[in-house]
Structures are given as C-alpha cells and as structure tokens.
C-alpha cells in the first residue's frame, strides 16, 4: 500500500513537470512565431524624390529599372527578380540568365510582365520617373535617381536606403567609406595638378560637352577637375559643340565618352575626336585625351562599382 502512494506521489509530479515544460514551450514558439511575423510584416516609409512609399523590409520579389542601383545590389549580396534586359553592361552579365525575367527597356517598360510577377518592390531612375503613377499601381515604388547636381550626396543616400530596406546598413557603410577614401586622394591630386578639362560625349559623329553639376560633372564637382568653360549648358543631353569650340578652349584634359559603344553600335569615339583640328590642342599633344568606359558612365553611373570604377579611371588619366 505504501509503494502504491509513492508511485502515485511520483506520476502526479512527473505529469506536473511535464505539463508546465509544455506550456513553456508552447510560450516559446508563440513568442518565436511572432518575432517571425513581425520581421516579416515589418515596414519602412521611404522618402525619396516622387513622393513617400511604404516598403516591407528584406522584399523578395524586386523589380530594378536602374543599372546603378542593380550594380550597387549586388555588390551588396542583394537579389534581384526582374530587369530590363537591353544593353546590360558587361560587368553585369550574370543577370542575362534567364532565372531573372525580362520587364522590356530602360525607357519601355513591359508592364504586363511586371503584373505577372507580383512584385513586392520596383526600383526605378531617371528614364521611368514619368511612368511612376503606372507602376505605383503594381507595387510599391521609389525613385532612386542620382541627383548630379549634389552627385555623391545623392549617391549616398540612395545607397543607404538600399542598407535600410535589406538591413545591410553595416555593409553599405563599408563599402561608402572605402569609396570616399579612394576619392579624397583622387581630388588631391587633381586638384594639385592645377590642369582643366573638358567631358565629351561622342555620338555618332557629334559631340556634346559636359560642365559642372551635369550628368558627368562628377570630374570637376567631386574628382576635383578644374572645368575649361564654366559656362557649358546644364542638360541631360549635354551642349552640342563644334570641335573649332574645343580647339578654342584647349583643355589641358579631354574626358571622352563613347554612346554609341554603350548602346551597342561601334566604338568610334577616337576616329571621331583626333582629328586634324583636335590634334591641336594641349590634351591631344600632351596625352590627356582619356577614353572613359562608357558601361560605368552612361550605363550604371550611380553603383558602388561603377563610382568607384570612375574614380579609378580618371585617376588612371591623371599623370
């Protein structure tokens, strides 16, 4: 009789124990769940240039309509789901696999196959600003243009929204740093040199220039390059020149870009420019025309690759 009360003792302690190690368990994955759910359902307001868009943090499904920023995304370890497949700059060539889908051109977006993917998030620049309302429509939206007026400014702070919304703050810092150290000692020494010069950009046969504040004025506003004409049109498209104007202003550096080998036409920017009037001028004579890579510059301006890659290239001209 007496064993049979110690066992009874015995069951009723041990399904005690047992009962309250499952409720606490249970109180575990309850709270485990909803920290899952938060992380999940978490949202950012983004305020960027068109307006304020709510944006759930680490979004799966993203639609990316800037080549600056899909450089800058994965350089970051960021995945994309779609992009416009049309002159992909080289460097960017894994994203030609057909694992990411084809939403048209920078300036034609294939709406319908936008919608068929259900993105969480859309990307866009410069080129789709005026379709902002059509693509609002589909999915959260923001704008991640570079402003060249205030180029590293805006470059920054489109980085850091990227760091946000991916939680990759830590790692955009980084990446930012290093970039601004490699800046710091390319203006010393341009600035030092004391020399100017003059961004062309050559396009089947003409050329259009570039001063400060424009869509390359990086070279004279951050890179420290004093500019030949102050004056020059502040345009997307750039002042359209003479090169009897670039003989005239004989810049001790001539900045060449090539749109023609961007879009995928001939590279023809050196026939273009050395000819017998521009072979006149200090730049030609003294070995300081420098052929840009038009992939950075035209393409994916705005990337932490490419910013950095401009960086090294005009530094790479600079003697």
């Not at 068929?116 to 429509?137: A, H, K, N, T, V």
């Not at 050329?207 to 390059?225: C, E, K, L, N, T």
């Not at 995928?264 to 070995?287: C, F, H, M, P, R």
């Amino acid at each position: 009789m007496r064993m049979k009360k110690i066992a009874t003792v015995f069951l009723f302690v041990f399904f005690s124990i047992l009962i309250v190690g499952c409720g606490a368990n249970k109180e575990e994955m309850s709270a485990g769940s909803k920290d899952n759910q938060k992380s999940e359902s978490e949202t950012l307001t983004i305020t960027h240039e068109l307006g304020e868009t709510k944006v759930k943090k680490n979004p799966e499904k993203v639609v990316v309509f800037d080549f600056g920023i899909l450089d800058s995304m994965d350089k970051l370890g960021i995945e994309a789901a779609a992009l416009p497949k049309t002159n992909i700059p080289p460097y960017l060539s894994k994203f030609e696999d057909e694992k990411y889908a084809n939403v048209g051109s920078l300036k034609e977006p294939d709406f319908e196959k936008i919608n068929e993917i259900q993105p969480d998030l859309i990307i866009i620049s410069g080129r789709q600003m005026d379709l902002y309302d059509q693509f609002s429509e589909i999915a959260p939206t923001i704008y991640l243009g570079v402003d060249t007026s205030k180029y590293m400014e805006s470059f920054t702070a489109n980085t850091e929204t990227l760091g946000k919304i991916f939680e990759k703050e830590a790692e955009v810092e980084k990446e930012l740093a290093q970039i601004d150290e490699s800046i710091k000692g390319l203006h010393e020494k341009a600035s030092a040199s004391g020399k100017n010069a003059l961004i062309v950009l050559a396009n089947e046969g003409k050329v259009s220039a570039y001063g400060p504040s424009s869509r390359f004025g990086i070279i004279h506003d951050v890179f420290g390059f004093e500019p030949v004409d102050e004056n020059l049109e502040v345009s997307t498209h750039g002042q359209s020149i003479s090169f009897e104007y670039i003989v005239e202003k004989d810049p001790d550096y001539l900045f060449v870009i090539d749109r023609g080998a961007a879009i995928g036409g001939e590279s023809s920017a050196k026939q273009v420019i050395e000819n017998d009037l521009v072979k006149n001028t200090k730049a030609y004579k003294e070995k300081n025309i420098v052929y840009l890579d038009p992939n950075y510059w035209y393409l994916s301006g705005g990337g932490l690759v490419s910013v950095q890659e401009m960086a090294n290239e005009v530094e790479a001209g600079l003697k």
